[in-house]
């Protein structure tokens, strides 16, 4: 047993692929995610309140909530079409300087970024140089980020170093929320994205250790239409877009619960729990991955994380919100780590960079159909139960991913 004090959690000896890349990728990826849970996990919260509260859209024929939920929408969905349009651009520097380079060029945009959402409170157009800042700093990271950690992993390991990476990013942000939370009631939300920025710049630091690698990508627009028209990876356009959805209804589900309960604090508390709860069971579900064959687990925690998805916007108290969160967390470690590994073992050959690329601009086409959905959902619907049931739908949408080309 893994023990520092009585007092600390305990954990099993936890083993990976031990290359210094994939450690180093693994620290950048964890500060980039406790900055996710200290900023980015209210900034749902904090474009509706930008929303609702501007002067400059009070004159449009909208309620404040309808307000707020539109520049939500509009967010994302300048989001995933400018991330869509300038895919092939970015993807291509992971040929020309390297991912090294391509990475600290994310992390000053992301930087910029967080400068320019923190000042939005005071005018709602610093919004517009955000959404493109982010989209861009989005881009020039995620596909490089898993075409490192698909090339440095062991295949019959990739179960085992999904699992460690997810155990990593829940032990780190644990307590994230509670505390994001106290500070956005203390302070304002807007401290947050300050936070966010010193722990950009914390990732950035681990990336000058990385090696300055290139790739021999050929991305192009033609080329991947040509991906399009195959029926496989249709399939993974679908399995990718499914998840999607269902992680975009978990990013919401905070502004869900500020909307029931009012307050940061308590969506920060609650958030804090389900995960502390839930955290244990992720990496022993990549080791079971790697050592069985058996996709039964995953089929079965997709059916009843689809339950479970559309039973989030039913309830309307404290325990019923904390119940179907653990409910959520413990169900969705067993999917997700599953669903990741698959994708990553999928993604094994010659063309992990395009692979990758493609990917990342599918998701970007499901982020702009989704919020055209929820846009439509919150002006003439009440919204929140048609965009779980949606969620839903997605959960099963991804039980398409397969781990085999041939499969």
């Known amino acids: 047993m893994f023990r520092i004090r009585d007092y600390h959690l305990h954990l099993p000896h936890i083993t990976f692929d031990n290359t210094k890349d994939l450690r180093l990728l693994y620290a950048v990826r964890v500060f980039r995610d406790l900055g996710n849970k200290m900023a980015m996990f209210f900034l749902p919260v904090y474009l509706y309140l930008v929303g609702s509260t501007a002067t400059a859209l009070e004159g449009l024929p909208f309620s404040s909530f309808q307000r707020g939920m539109i520049v939500l929408a509009l967010f994302y969905i300048g989001f995933g079409s400018i991330g869509f349009f300038i895919g092939i651009p970015t993807g291509k520097l992971y040929k020309k300087i ?18 320019s959402v923190f000042f939005a409170k005071q005018n709602i157009w610093f919004l517009v140089p955000a959404v493109i800042l982010d989209a861009i700093n989005a881009q020039m990271f995620w596909p490089g980020y898993y075409s490192l950690i698909s090339k440095n992993s062991l295949k019959k ?29 203390v302070l304002g939300i807007e401290v947050l994205f300050l936070v966010g920025l010193v722990l950009t710049l ?5 990336t000058f250790n990385m090696q300055s690698k290139t790739s021999i990508n050929a ?40 909307l029931l309960l009012g307050s940061v604090d308590r969506v920060g508390y609650l958030y804090t729990v389900s995960l502390f709860l839930a955290m244990a069971i992720t990496y022993f579900t990549g080791s079971y991955i790697d050592n069985h064959k058996s996709k039964k687990p995953f089929y079965f925690s ?12 039913q309830v309307a108290t404290v325990v019923g919100i904390a119940l179907v969160d653990l409910a959520d967390r413990l169900i969705s470690n067993v999917y997700t780590v ?22 990342e601009m599918v998701v970007n086409v499901a982020t702009v159909i989704f919020w055209l959905f929820a ?3 919150f002006i003439f619907f009440s919204g929140w139960t048609s965009l779980y049931v949606f969620a839903g739908i997605g959960v099963l949408v991804g039980l398409l991913m397969k781990d085999s080309k041939h499969e």
């Open 98 to 115: 390297g991912y090294q380079r391509t990475f600290l060029f994310s992390f000053l945009l992301r930087c910029l970024f967080f400068v």
């Open 157 to 185: 390991n990739l179960g085992k170093d999904v699992g460690f990476l997810h155990t990593m990013i829940q032990i780190v942000a644990v307590i994230a929320p509670a505390i994001s939370g106290f500070l956005a009631l």
């Open 202 to 206: 914390v990732s950035a630091i681990f």
């Open 219 to 258: 991305v192009s627009y033609k080329d991947f239409f040509v991906w399009m028209k195959e029926t496989r990876f249709r399939q993974l356009a679908a399995s990718f877009s499914g998840k999607y959805v269902y992680d975009v209804s978990v990013y919401i589900w905070p502004l869900y619960i500020f």
């Open 302 to 313: 997709g059916g009843i994380l689809s339950l479970v998805t559309v039973l989030r916007a």
């Open 338 to 359: 599953y669903f990741d590994t698959m994708f990553m073992l999928r993604s094994k050959g010659h063309s992990v960079d395009e692979f990758f690329i493609y990917r």
């Open 375 to 377: 846009l439509v959902f």
